[in-house]
C-alpha cells in the first residue's frame, strides 16, 4: 500500500520529533525517584506525538486524522505534565516557557493540517 502521505516530509512530524528530543533532553535532570512516574508518563507522551503521525500517514484522509488527534491529545497531555514539573522546581519558568510555546505551535500547525485533510 502506498503511503497517502511521506510523513518524514511533514513539518508536524519534524517538530514532534523535535519537542521528544527536547523532553529527553530534560528528563535528564530529573530526579531519580520521577524514573518510573512523571519521567516514563512525559517520554511516552512526546513520543506519541510524532509516532501517531507517522502510523496515520498510510492510513486513509479519514483515519489520518484520527491518529492526528491522539497526537494532539499527548500534546495537551504533555503541556499538564511539564506545569507539573514546573510546580515541582524540575524546570525553570524559561524551559516551560519554551516547551509551551513550541507545543502549542505544534497544535496549531497540526489542527490546520488535519482541517484540510477532511
Known sequence: MALRHNY??????????????DISDILLSFPK???FDLSSQMSRCSISIS???AEG?????RSFS??????????????TQLLIAYHRNYITDI???LLEDKIEEFQKM???????LV
Do not use: C, P, V, Y
Open 8 to 21: 518524514r516530509n511533514l513539518k508536524i512530524w519534524k517538530l514532534g520529533i523535535s519537542i521528544a528530543n
Open 33 to 35: 525517584h520521577e524514573r
Open 51 to 53: 509516532s501517531n503521525i
Open 57 to 61: 500517514s498510510a492510513r486513509t484522509d
Open 66 to 79: 484520527h491518529f492526528l488527534s491522539i497526537s494532539l491529545g499527548s500534546s495537551f497531555e504533555l503541556g
Open 95 to 97: 524551559k516551560l516557557k
Open 110 to 116: 497540526t489542527m490546520g493540517f488535519q482541517n484540510n
